[in-house]
T-cell receptor, first 116, second 112 residues
Framework: GAVVSQHPSRVICKSGTSVKIECRSL??????MFWYRQFPKQSLMLMAT?????????EQGVEKDKFLINHASLTLSTLTVTSAHPEDSSFYIC????????????FGPGTRLTVL | QKEVEQDPGPLSVPEGAIVSLNCTYS??????FMWYRQYSRKGPELLMY????GNKEDGRFTAQVNKSSKYISLFIRDSQPSDSATYLC????????????FGTGTSLTVIP
């Protein structure tokens, strides 16, 4: 199947700093990517849809100014958590739809963010 | 009412047992149905994919879709300790673009 990578896999930062997470589609192009966050023992919560060449679409309740998304190219989307606080600590996962008619989505391995 | 309902478990079975995981949904427009397996602290891994109705088998795994009753199932035969993970169902419709709707996930433990 298609491969999606994320970097870094784990990050620990101090409160107030900004953290950038990268999501790359390695062997296919993705005009759309999705960003999720997942709390322990809970399901994935869609945060936003990253669109190449246009602004991201945010889900209700997700702060645009706090979670900056940039779809820099057809293979790269970045999520920047600005002025991170301990409550932002979570597992962040991106996904991208693979090309083809079947609407398959492939997920990155996730990034664990811990804000001290 | 949530779009997709899934019993979170936890579910604990002995090795070799047949496992049945289920999700129900409310949106009759859903036509793409997926099962993902997620190990602790890892991203979800696509396990099974079904379009529209019917069954699909892959090794020890069988995915079943019943559109008239709006539920999907994943069966795992001869379960192994390595199957211990959280299983997430997901679905989408052509008119939702690429947006997926996820169940909460069922935590499964297979005891040796």
């Amino acid at each position: 199947g298609a491969v999606v990578s994320q970097h870094p896999s784990r990050v620990i930062c101090k409160s107030g700093t900004s953290v950038k997470i990268e999501c790359r589609s390695l062997d296919f192009q993705a005009t759309t990517m999705f960003w999720y966050r997942q709390f322990p023992k809970q399901s994935l919560m869609l945060m936003a849809t990253s669109n190449e060449g246009s602004k991201a679409t945010y889900e209700q309740g997700v702060e645009k100014d706090k979670f900056l998304i940039n779809h820099a190219s057809l293979t790269l989307s970045t999520l920047t958590v600005t002025s991170a606080h301990p409550e932002d600590s979570s597992f962040y996962i991106c996904s991208a739809p693979a090309p083809g008619p079947y609407n398959e989505q492939f997920f990155g391995p996730g990034t664990r963010l811990t804000v001290l | 009412q949530k779009e997709v309902e899934q019993d979170p478990g936890p579910l604990s079975v002995p090795e070799g047992a047949i496992v049945s995981l289920n999700c129900t949904y409310s949106n009759s427009a859903f036509q793409y149905f997926m099962w993902y397996r997620q190990y602790s602290r890892k991203g979800p891994e696509l396990l099974m994919y079904t379009y529209s109705s019917g069954n699909k088998e892959d090794g020890r795994f069988t995915a079943q879709v019943n559109k008239s009753s709006k539920y999907i199932s994943l069966f795992i035969r001869d379960s192994q300790p390595s199957d211990s993970a959280t299983y997430l169902c997901a679905m989408s419709a052509w008119d939702t673009g690429n947006q997926f709707y996820f169940g909460t996930g069922t935590s499964l433990t297979v005891i040796p």
